[in-house]
């Protein structure tokens, strides 16, 4: 059984997803899985993914959202570990291993993120690097400074399988702020840690979900959050 699986939702981005997997299939570490999970392309993802046959799971599904492919990834995972790739994003290649020996080292983290930079997907140029503070110290600044604004990406996280048995899986009536969702709910049962380096790439393209974001949502995620946070007192997380 393999210690992390990789998660790669991906709907009409095979230009893009072969760079996502070949990131991942270059990782120093090797006690992993991959699963993409296809929500229904219609370009040439799947002629992309047959050249990986033997060296990654691959799931096609109808088309229904970025929620319910995470979820089926997640259900089909063999890992103790879950580790999520947007399908045009990428690795650095020491990025597994430095969360997988931070949980090691951090047995009280539930979820562990990383620095990121940002790509424009065109010119290959970086366009910003994004090097998040350390982990923070207590649980109740660790909600705080959720509540404000997700203060890393989707692609630098990985998190226990375990997180989602208490957690509950990504909300599938949600069509944007799904990865945000799911970090608040984590809160309230796990302290986050951090890897302070740069060690994911995000691809600037402009077709990005986060683009198309209706921020009326938020407030009702973040009351919902906050409503979580008052029947489970950060004494109770681990």
Same mark, same amino acid.
């Given at each position: ?58 799931? #096609?599904? %109808? ?11 997640? !259900?089909? +995972? &063999? ?90 899986? #990504?909300? %599938? ?11 608040? !709910?984590? +809160? &309230? ?50």
């Amino acid at each position: 059984m393999p210690l992390v699986s990789v998660i790669v939702p991906t709907y009409n981005r095979c230009g893009l997803l072969k760079e996502a997997v070949e990131s991942v299939l270059g990782q120093t570490f090797k006690d992993f899985e991959l699963i993409v999970v296809d929500d229904g392309s219609s370009d040439k993802t799947g002629t992309v993914i047959k050249k990986y046959e033997g060296k990654i799971r691959y799931y #096609f599904k %109808e088309n229904g959202g970025v929620a319910a492919a995470r979820n089926l990834g997640v !259900k089909m +995972a &063999a890992g103790k570990l879950i580790a999520w790739l947007d399908d045009d994003d990428f690795f650095f290649p020491e990025k597994i291993a430095k969360q997988v020996r931070f949980f090691q080292k951090n047995p009280w983290a539930g979820l562990v993120y990383t620095g990121h930079m940002t790509v424009d997907s065109t010119s290959y140029q970086t366009k910003r690097s994004y090097l998040v503070p350390p982990h923070y110290k207590d649980c109740k600044s660790n909600r705080d400074a959720l509540i404000k604004q997700c203060f890393f990406a989707n692609s630098t996280v990985m998190m226990k399988k375990e997180c989602f048995h208490r957690s509950g899986p #990504f909300d %599938e009536s949600l069509r944007h702020t799904v990865d945000y969702d799911m970090w608040l !709910k984590t +809160a &309230a049962y796990y302290r986050f840690g951090c890897v302070p380096e740069i060690l994911a790439g995000y691809r600037w393209h402009g077709k990005q979900i986060s683009t198309r974001r209706d921020n009326r949502i938020l407030p009702v995620l973040r009351k919902k959050a906050r409503d979580l946070y008052d029947k489970h007192p950060c004494g109770e997380v681990e």
